[in-house]
């Protein structure tokens, strides 16, 4: 099941944040594998209507200067760690304190779990319109099951879209997260 041109927002820090809830909640909420964003590059001059909304912006394409923008490093998040045949998890789901997570794997014992901790005002798309919700801090415990009670430590990616400054931290690789007893916690902040 695909969600098609569900992302249509600005590429800024919300556009950012509503990405990556879409990318997790479509899966938790609707089991759609795949979410479309309407458009990939933005490559419309500022005084045109959807100037600016793609993942990334290229107002002038033929000159070669593009701006990747949040959602790019967002999208990375999922991306760069699977390949095409990897699938979902089943055990995906909401946070206690707000927020989502999801799990993929290639079925030979590799894993990548995405979690998104984005509060409403900072993931609204244009459209549809997002009923209120509220995210905290918190913590999380996550225990492995299957074939992955096997794994020692998991590597951590982090993105902090910070909406007062614009000074984001974007894709960032924190130190592994070492598991005991297949299991381990982070602290998630929103």
Same mark, same amino acid.
């Given at each position: ?22 990318? +997790?909640?479509?899966? @938790?909420?609707?089991? &759609? *594998?795949?979410?479309? !964003?309407?458009?990939?590059?933005? #490559? ?65 014992? +590799?894993?990548?779990? @995405?979690?998104?901790? &984005? *509060?409403?005002?900072? !993931?609204?798309?244009?459209?549809? #319109? ?61």
């Amino acid at each position: 099941l695909w969600s098609s041109e569900d992302y249509s927002t600005f590429n800024d820090a919300v556009g950012g944040g509503c990405w990556a809830r879409i990318l +997790n909640q479509n899966y @938790v909420n609707g089991n &759609m *594998t795949s979410t479309i !964003s309407w458009n990939l590059v933005a #490559s419309y001059y500022d005084a045109l209507p959807f100037a600016r909304d793609g993942l990334m912006t290229a107002e002038e394409p033929w000159s070669g200067h593009y701006e990747v923008q949040s959602p790019i490093w967002i999208t990375a998040h999922t991306t760069q760690f699977t390949k095409p045949g990897w699938h979902y998890l089943r055990t995906v789901g909401h946070l206690n304190n707000g927020g989502s997570y999801v799990a993929l794997t290639d079925g030979q014992g +590799n894993l990548t779990i @995405v979690i998104e901790t &984005m *509060t409403h005002n900072h !993931s609204i798309c244009i459209r549809p #319109s997002l009923p209120p919700f509220s995210v905290s801090p918190q913590n999380v415990t996550f225990k492995l099951q299957g074939s992955f009670q096997k794994l020692t430590a998991l590597q951590v990616w982090y993105s902090k879209l910070n909406f007062k400054t614009h000074d984001s931290k974007l894709f960032k690789q924190l130190k592994p997260v070492q598991l005991l007893n297949a299991s381990f916690t982070l602290e998630l902040y929103v």
